[in-house]
C-alpha cells in the first residue's frame, strides 16, 4: 500500500481507522485526497483481518468541511460534471465496502463531508460537530451524493429543507432526523467509535458483510424481492464454517472465535 499525503491509515486488531488529513484546510476535499481515499478503499476490501473501519477527521474543527473550493471554482460543466462522477465514484465505493464504516464526525460535516458522512453505514458525532449541504449558498447543489443518500436517511422533506436552505444543523438535531446515531462529548467521540467497532469485530464477519449487503441491496427493492434476497444470502451462511462452528458452541455454553470462513 502506497504512503499516503491526505491520509492516515492506522490498524488495531481487526478494526482500522482512516483520518482526513488536511487540517489546515479543515480536511477539504479535493482531487487528490480522493484518488488516495479511492485506493485506500479498495486496499480495506481486500483485506480479510479488517471487520470494521473508522473515518474521521484530523483536528478538533473539521471532520471535512466540503469539497475543496479553490479547486473547484474554475471549473466548466464538463470538469464539474467529471467530478461530481468521480466524487460519486469515490463515495459509492467506501457505501460498498464488505466491512462496515463508521462515521466518527468530530466537527464541520458540511457538502462534501457531510456526504461523506452519509457514505457510511452509521455516524457517530461529538457535540461540536454541525452538519449541512450549504452546496446552494455558493451558486451549486449538492454533487457527491447528497441528494439522494440524504433523503433515504432522515425522508424527503427534511433533506429538501437542508439541500434548499443550505443551514447547518447541530448535533442534536442530526440526531433528531436520523441522521446521525449518537451524540458524545469531544473526548469520548474515538472511544465510542471504537468501542462500537470492535464489537461489531466479534461477530461472524460473513454475516456482519451480508447483513450489509442485504440491507444496501435490498432498499432499492420491493419488499417481496427484498425478502428473496434476505432468504438467499441467510441460506447461503449454512455453508461457512463459521456457521457451524458457532452454533455448535452456542449449544454446548462455550465460546469460539469467528473466523471469517
Known amino acids: 500500500m502506497n504512503k499516503f499525503d491526505h491520509l492516515i491509515y492506522t490498524v488495531e486488531g481487526h478494526v482500522s481507522i482512516i483520518t482526513i488529513n488536511r487540517p489546515k484546510s479543515l480536511n477539504a476535499l479535493n482531487s487528490q485526497l480522493l484518488k488516495e481515499l479511492f485506493d485506500l478503499i479498495d486496499h480495506i476490501g481486500s483485506d480479510l483481518s479488517i471487520r470494521a473501519v473508522i473515518l474521521t477527521g484530523a483536528g478538533e474543527k473539521a471532520f471535512v468541511a466540503g469539497a475543496d473550493i479553490t479547486e473547484m471554482r474554475h471549473k466548466n460543466v464538463m470538469e464539474g460534471r467529471e467530478l461530481s462522477h468521480f466524487g460519486n465514484k469515490v463515495f459509492s465505493k467506501l457505501e460498498n465496502l464488505p466491512q462496515p464504516v463508521i462515521a466518527a464526525v468530530n466537527g464541520f460535516a458540511l457538502g462534501g463531508g457531510c456526504e461523506l458522512a452519509m457514505a457510511c453505514d452509521f455516524r457517530i458525532a461529538s457535540t461540536r460537530a454541525k452538519f449541512g449541504q450549504p452546496e446552494v449558498k455558493l451558486g451549486i447543489m449538492a454533487g457527491f451524493g447528497g441528494s439522494q443518500r440524504l433523503p433515504r436517511i432522515v425522508g424527503p422533506g427534511i433533506a429538501k429543507e437542508l439541500l434548499f436552505t443550505g443551514e447547518l ?84 455454553k462455550r465460546t469460539y472465535t469467528f473466523q471469517g470462513k
Request: charged share 25%; glycine share 8%.
Open 169 to 252: 444543523i447541530t448535533a442534536e438535531r442530526a440526531r433528531e432526523i436520523g441522521l446521525i446515531n449518537h451524540v458524545v462529548e469531544p473526548t469520548e467521540l474515538l472511544t465510542k467509535a471504537k468501542e462500537i467497532a470492535n464489537n461489531i469485530a466479534l461477530n461472524s464477519p460473513l454475516g456482519v458483510q451480508f447483513s450489509k449487503k442485504v440491507v444496501n441491496d435490498g432498499i432499492g427493492l420491493d419488499l417481496e424481492r427484498a425478502l428473496s434476497l434476505e432468504a438467499e444470502m441467510f441460506g447461503m451462511l449454512f455453508e461457512s464454517e463459521d456457521q457451524k462452528a458457532g452454533m455448535s458452541a452456542f449449544l454446548e
